[in-house]
């Protein structure tokens, strides 16, 4: 089955202990990106990658870093998480030319 | 990509048509036009795609007024399950996820029996 997986699925926290949120896509995608939604905000982009190694920051990277070593994983770390990181996030993949965007089913993060 | 704008919400009864108007002035001539529809705690979906006249597929219409500058989704028959977070996005194809994508606020729809 073609899906976007992501785990934790959710994850309580402490401020400032290091935390990685796992993003893997089976569909041999090369784009794929992160965002995070907050209540009235909508979805707001964190990064994005067009392939294996490229990467970019999109509107909320402050705080955030990425890889993508392989083209199927796109893990986001969260070096010391700060309680404004508390947000349902969504990571994403998809194709060039096609604008359909195949989205996880999210990782749910609280930071005390 | 454009900067779009759409109302924040919208309230409608089952078994009525319903249509989200999106604005967006400055779209580009190889900008398309995607609406996407996100329930609670889930990630959004793709609903519609287009460029411009009228796009239909089984779930909704999608009309794009010749000037391009605004479009509207439009869902028949709405059902309470339709209630959700509707997304519409403008950017050249292949654009999404690729490079930066905005979703914005988007307009939340609550059908009512």
């Known amino acids: 089955e073609a899906q976007v997986t992501q785990n934790p699925r959710y994850l309580i926290t402490v401020t400032g202990k290091k935390l990685t949120v796992t993003c893997s896509q089976n569909m041999n995608h090369e784009y794929m990106s992160w965002y995070r939604q907050d209540p009235g905000l909508g979805l707001r982009q964190i990064y994005y990658?067009?392939?294996?190694?490229?990467?970019d920051k999109g509107d909320v990277p402050e705080g955030y870093k990425v890889s993508r070593k392989e083209k199927r994983n796109f893990p986001l770390i969260l070096e010391s998480p700060s309680p404004n990181q508390t947000s349902l996030y969504f990571c994403?993949?998809?194709?060039?030319?096609?604008?359909?965007?195949?989205f996880g089913p999210g990782t749910r993060l609280t930071v005390l | 990509l454009a900067k779009t704008t759409q109302p924040i919400s919208m309230d409608s009864y089952e078994g009525q048509e319903v249509n989200i108007t999106c604005s967006h002035n400055n779209i580009a001539t190889n900008d398309y036009i995607t609406w996407y529809q996100q329930f609670p705690s889930q990630g959004p979906r793709f609903i519609i795609q287009?460029?411009?006249t009228k796009v239909t597929n089984e779930v909704a219409s999608l009309f794009i007024p010749a000037d391009r500058k605004s479009s509207t989704l439009s869902l028949p028959r709405v059902s309470l399950s339709d209630t959700a977070v509707y997304y519409c996005?403008?950017?050249?194809?292949?654009?999404?996820?690729?490079?930066?994508?905005?979703f914005g606020a988007g307009t939340r729809l609550f059908v009512k029996a």
């Open positions: 287009g460029y411009k």
């Open positions: 996005l403008v950017g050249a194809r292949g654009d999404y996820g690729g490079f930066k994508t905005i």
């Open positions: 994403a993949s998809s194709s060039p030319g096609n604008n359909e965007q195949f």
């Open positions: 990658s067009m392939n294996v190694e490229v990467t």
